[in-house]
T-cell receptor
């Protein structure tokens, strides 16, 4: 079945760049997503990329997609202590009705930013 | 303010008891979802609803039930048949012609007494 894999932990120093990596299995996914979760809170949609793109930039965030290798990455430039959170990669899958919206999530990467 | 409201924030269940988690949205989204999150795990889909009066089982529906009588509301009942209910429950609704963007509520932490 569909699966999304990501490393569980990443530690960086404040001001450095963070790169969080993810691999997925469903080649028919139309959208791939990055969500951020702070402790005790829901998930916040950070950014998403359409599968026919290979890069998307949004302020400090850069998403790279290698469709051939089914590899997605999120780069956070100038990482701040406020970026400390769990980051989830997700891919969209089609439900039985044919519409998308059901997502398969990775287990999340806990980003720790040291001052 | 538009958004998704989950209540309560914390909920305790006694053995053999059914409990209901509330999820309300004023975003005018058709699709709504319930996910379960366990520590160190990704989210797993419990139930989803694409339209009022219709809902589908997700990957881990056993021991749960839902209803979708109104567009704005998608309550989740954790029944006594769910033997391991302690988890963080997240409700979401979806925007877009093909429901491609999910927006999440702030979650309910359910614990067993």
């Amino acid at each position: 079945g569909e699966d999304v894999e990501q490393s569980l932990f990443l530690s960086v120093r404040e001001g450095d760049s963070s790169v969080i990596n993810c691999t997925y299995t469903d080649s028919s996914s139309t959208y791939l997503y990055w969500y951020k979760q702070e402790p005790g809170a829901g998930l916040q949609l950070l950014t998403y990329i359409f599968s026919n793109m290979d890069m998307k930039q949004d302020q400090r965030l850069t998403v790279l997609l290698n469709k051939k290798d089914k590899h997605l990455s999120l780069r956070i430039a100038d990482t701040q202590t406020g970026d400390s959170a769990i980051y989830f990669c997700a891919e969209s899958i089609r439900d039985y009705g044919g519409s998308q919206g059901n997502l398969i999530f990775g287990k999340g990467t806990k980003l720790s930013v040291k001052p | 303010d538009g958004g998704i409201t989950q209540s309560p924030k914390y909920l305790f269940r006694k053995e053999g008891q059914n409990v209901t988690l509330s999820c309300e949205q004023n975003l005018n989204h058709d699709a709504m979802y319930w996910y379960r999150q366990d520590p160190g795990q990704g989210l797993r889909l419990i139930y989803y609803s694409q339209i009022v009066n219709d809902f589908q089982k997700g990957d881990i529906a056993e021991g749960y039930s839902v209803s979708r009588e109104k567009k704005e509301s998608f309550p989740l009942t954790v029944t006594s048949a769910q033997k391991n209910p302690t988890a963080f429950y997240l409700c979401a609704s979806a925007e877009g012609a093909t429901n491609e963007k999910l927006f999440f509520g702030s979650g309910t932490q359910l614990s067993v007494l």
